[in-house]
């Protein structure tokens, strides 16, 4: 069960090529928690069943981003038995870059955290059983940052490991949103984590994400609210 979750983190045509909404804010990336306003929020949905809900909220300081997500479900089996996992991460960015990195995990009462924190060009990954370093700047498996749509490595949240990735573009839909229907791109991941797929609209923001279960159930995330004010200031 419990690896069977963990996919869930795993993990442009029209006027624009498909890595334009990389590239049109390639300059900016300071400015890609504004995409949101204050926060997004996902349903997470299995057999269309509410199963959880994953949320995230930014906070802007004069030197930079603090980033708070939570994911939560619970998946009852029968009328007796309720499996419960919870999800925290705490995150502080400066200048669109990674600087420190908390998470705490549990999975029915099976407990997982981690510390990273950034140190010159490196980046130190605290785990209960080792320490190690990775190359600075990388990107953590929480999906709202679409410059992961330019890496060829993440930081796998759950793991603590550095995962080899590709995301491919696998063509446009559309997507209901809390302002109405937005047409994005869906990528595949494809390496190191597969069987997850994310949507990105035009401007970089996150509006869905689905991924396949070890028992072939797809289990998607759907936007309850991430579009923010539409608007990205200076």
């Not at 090529?17 to 996902?42: H, K, M």
Request: include cysteine.
């Amino acid at each position: 069960m419990r690896r069977h979750l963990s996919l869930i983190f795993a993990v442009v045509t029209f006027v624009m090529s498909p890595l334009a909404v990389v590239e049109a804010t390639a300059g900016d990336q300071i400015n890609r928690p504004r995409l949101y306003g204050d926060g997004i929020a996902f349903d997470v949905i299995r057999e269309g069943e509410t199963i959880g809900a994953h949320e995230v909220r930014f906070d802007q300081d004069a030197n930079g981003w603090n980033v708070r997500s939570i994911f939560e479900l619970e998946v009852r089996f029968l009328a007796f038995f309720a499996f419960h996992y919870r999800y925290e991460a705490d995150a502080r960015w400066v200048k669109g870059e990674l600087h420190r990195l908390r998470t705490n995990t549990n999975d029915d009462g099976e407990r997982f955290s981690m510390l990273v924190t950034r140190s010159g060009d490196r980046m130190q990954i605290h785990l209960k059983e080792k320490t190690y370093s990775t190359e600075a700047p990388i990107i953590p498996t929480n999906h709202w940052n679409a410059d992961v749509l330019g890496q060829k490595r993440v930081l796998n949240t759950l793991t603590g490991n550095v995962n080899n990735v590709t995301l491919v573009a696998k063509g446009r839909e559309a997507i209901a949103t809390e302002r109405g229907d937005v047409v994005a791109t869906r990528y595949a991941y494809t390496g190191d984590l597969v069987d997850t797929e994310v949507w990105y609209d035009d401007a970089g923001r996150w509006v869905k994400l689905r991924f396949i279960g070890r028992d072939g159930t797809p289990i998607e995330y759907a936007c309850r609210r991430c579009q923010g004010d539409g608007k990205v200031e200076p």
